[in-house]
């Protein structure tokens, strides 16, 4: 019995990821503390220079300042953000201390990340990244001694500290904060202005929203993208109107519009479909006038001296068809005033207009990798949310903000339309998939929010105790929308999910692809499956890794061995398991049943069948059993965090701790050092637990209550 639920309770609840959510604050801290542990470890048996509280504020500034919380993914522009804005914002150095060497520690950082196989094999090389360090470190003093570059509270803490305040005695510190209030201190009121200009104009690396990752996307070559560019009729009209304009120019009005006659002959040209009988101005032919704005600001033509030219240096991109097509998409951004601004006086402009940009950002985004066509009411309601948070809507009639809502939907088609024709989006009727369909409170539970805001809870279609019962009504309305019929059905192209994805590299977000992991490590593969992989793409990923390799047994090979070779056994615990279920047709399975021969990779592959529930205790030997008891306890070490929260972890474990250590150290796993420093740090948790129950029971209060404090 009592085997039985050590077994149970062994399990690890997580693995050291390179990439937390933004909320996930207690994983993050852990995973960190760990890491700087071993780095530190690392660091000296390499004899590299690293200042642990560096390497922390390191990793703190990819967690929390980044779109994309990577940890192990290091660009040029983390490098020069990190030297030059977050450390001097973040990292306060007090008078009199020594300066810590952050060029150098993170030099340590970048080599200690490829060295135990952590680093994202889609990032920078190691050279390219220590390059980047090299670039930037000269320039690293000057910004930290730039005051305007610190957070405010840095600068306050310096101030107090130079005009003699123990910064460390929280009555001072408040004594000067008084003083300061009542303007009783002396300070430099430019440089805080300056500190204040960044804070409100967001030019301070103090966090950047962290965005929600994207599923993988699978996307043709590009030559089969480049035939359907060509297919494409908004590519043939921008060419073929660059070809009108050609190098000789046509004439312009004063106004830079086509003169009438040349409009009416490019209308027949470009097949525009405007009706030009009784048109008097070229500005009176909307497709057109479109095609002319959208052709000037791709930066295809051009108007000089009274005329417009074909732009010479457009003609490489007009003679590809793709490169065409996402100059035209990425123009796209820049369209507002042709698509939906108003002609007159006369009218408004809508919601749309004003939020046009971050909207069609937000729209494509919620359109790519989706699995399913998004149904349009959905979408529909998510950009009324978006309204809702931009806009301070008044209290006017429901009927005046309807109204809104319909100006801005209607403008909302016209851009679609738009992306229709360019071939970005695609557009059918259907029936919306259950995915879609309201949201159930019988399973949402209590992590439901009781003060969920009543618009959030319209689009949910939850509307109950955080909604009115007029939000009910439009929620049930919705409902009714989604399930009555055919509705229709809005999903990015290939080409749209080839553009999408191109401008979430470039902002910084991860978007992975399906094949771009061929020539990764088999570490690397590995870890990012585990981490950023649903099962379906995960096991066509490692099918197409496998085969990029030839001989199987051999490749299957390099992937075991890589789970061996793994410093943290948590990630090379899910580096297995994402092996068994990518495998095909119980491949997997089979493997780690052969892999309790290996007497490196047992304790692991024994480990992940017991979980799994594929292997019974009962079919285990007493060799197995401690095995998967050694196994589990070196996990719930690692996963602690460094040695403080490891060995806060064994005391937690109670008296069963000292037995499981022991029978643990008996076992033949072969993580020696491992089991050596699990030993150290179990004496030291289980002495000071019997010290502090007896010092509480000396004092009549119970034992156990403590509190540890971060550095940072």
Request: aromatic share 6%.
């Amino acid at each position: 019995m009592a085997r039985h639920k050590a077994l149970r309770a062994s399990g690890a609840g997580g693995f050291m990821r390179m990439r937390f959510e933004a909320e996930a604050e207690e994983e993050f801290e852990a995973a960190c503390a760990l890491l700087v542990d071993r780095l530190v470890r690392w660091a000296g048996e390499q004899g590299l220079p690293v200042d642990a509280f560096l390497a922390e504020a390191m990793l703190e500034y990819r967690h929390r300042a980044t779109v994309d919380g990577r940890l192990g993914w290091w660009e040029p522009r983390h490098v020069e953000e990190l030297l030059l804005s977050w450390l001097p914002q973040q990292v306060t150095e007090l008078p009199g201390e020594e300066r810590g060497d952050a060029p150098g520690t993170l030099r340590t950082l970048l080599r200690c990340l490829h060295a135990m196989q952590l680093a994202d094999p889609r990032g920078p090389m190691l050279e390219d990244s220590l390059a980047a360090v090299d670039a930037f470190a000269e320039r690293y003093p000057a910004a930290m001694a730039d005051r305007t570059r610190w957070g405010l509270a840095k600068y306050w803490m310096t101030t107090a500290a130079e005009q003699g305040v123990d910064i460390w005695d929280g009555a001072a510190l408040q004594r000067f904060a008084d003083r300061a209030q009542r303007g009783e201190v002396a300070y430099d009121q430019q440089t805080l202005d300056a500190i204040m200009e960044q804070r409100l104009t967001g030019r301070a690396p103090s966090g950047s929203a962290r965005a929600e990752p994207q599923l993988p996307v699978t996307l043709p070559t590009d030559d089969e993208l480049r035939r359907r560019a060509e297919a494409s009729a908004i590519v043939s009209q921008l060419r073929g109107l660059a070809e009108w304009a050609g190098r000789d120019g046509r004439a312009v009005t004063g106004t830079g519009r086509l003169r009438m006659a040349d409009a009416r002959e490019l209308v027949e040209v470009l097949g525009t479909g405007d009706k030009t009988e009784g048109v008097r101005s070229s500005a009176d032919l909307p497709r057109l006038g479109l095609l002319v704005e959208w052709a000037k600001k791709a930066r295809l033509v051009r108007v000089a001296k009274g005329r417009l030219y074909a732009v010479a240096r457009a003609r490489p991109v007009l003679a590809d068809p793709l490169q065409l097509w996402l100059r035209a998409f990425e123009t796209c951004f820049e369209l507002r005033q042709a698509l939906i601004g108003t002609r007159s006086g006369w009218h408004v402009e809508s919601m749309l207009f004003d939020a046009y940009e971050d909207v069609l950002e937000d729209v494509l985004n919620t359109l790519y990798s989706l699995p399913y066509p998004m149904p349009w009411p959905r979408l529909r309601d998510s950009v009324h949310l978006a309204y809702r948070a931009c806009f301070q809507l008044d209290d006017g009639s429901d009927l005046r903000h309807r109204m809104w809502f319909e100006h801005a939907d209607r403008d909302l088609r016209t851009v679609l339309d738009v992306l229709d024709d360019l071939g970005a989006i695609e557009r059918d009727q259907g029936m919306a998939d259950p995915v879609f369909l309201d949201v159930d409170l019988s399973d949402a539970g209590p992590e439901l929010p009781a003060d969920m805001p009543p618009e959030l809870a319209e689009l949910l279609g939850v509307a109950g105790t955080a909604a009115d019962p007029a939000a009910q009504e439009r929620a049930d309305a919705r409902r009714e929308e989604l399930t009555a019929g055919p509705v229709e059905l809005i999903r990015l192209t290939e080409l749209g999910t080839r553009a999408v994805r191109q401008r979430l590299l470039a902002a910084g977000r991860d978007a992975p692809l399906v094949g771009e992991l061929a020539q990764a490590s088999a570490a690397g593969l590995l870890g990012v499956l585990a981490e950023d992989y649903d099962l379906d793409t995960a096991r066509v990923e490692l099918a197409g890794w496998l085969s990029a390799r030839g001989e199987r047994e051999a490749a299957l090979r390099q992937l075991t061995d890589a789970v061996g070779t793994m410093a943290f056994r948590t990630r090379a615990q899910a580096m297995l398991d994402v092996l068994r279920v990518a495998l095909p047709d119980g491949e997997g399975e089979r493997l780690l049943h052969r892999l309790r021969g290996d007497s490196r990779l047992e304790p692991l592959a024994l480990n992940v069948l017991a979980q799994r529930e594929l292997l019974s205790p009962e079919d285990m030997t007493d060799a197995e059993y401690l095995l998967v008891l050694a196994e589990s306890l070196l996990q719930l070490v690692e996963l602690a965090g460094g040695r403080d929260g490891a060995e806060e972890a064994l005391r937690a474990q109670g008296p069963e701790a000292r037995e499981a250590v022991a029978a643990a150290l008996d076992s033949a796993h072969p993580d020696r050092a491992g089991l050596d420093e699990l030993r150290q740090l179990a004496a030291r948790a289980l002495r000071s637990s019997t010290a502090r129950t007896a010092r509480s029971r000396k004092r009549g209060r119970p034992a156990g209550k403590n509190t540890r404090k971060r550095r940072r």
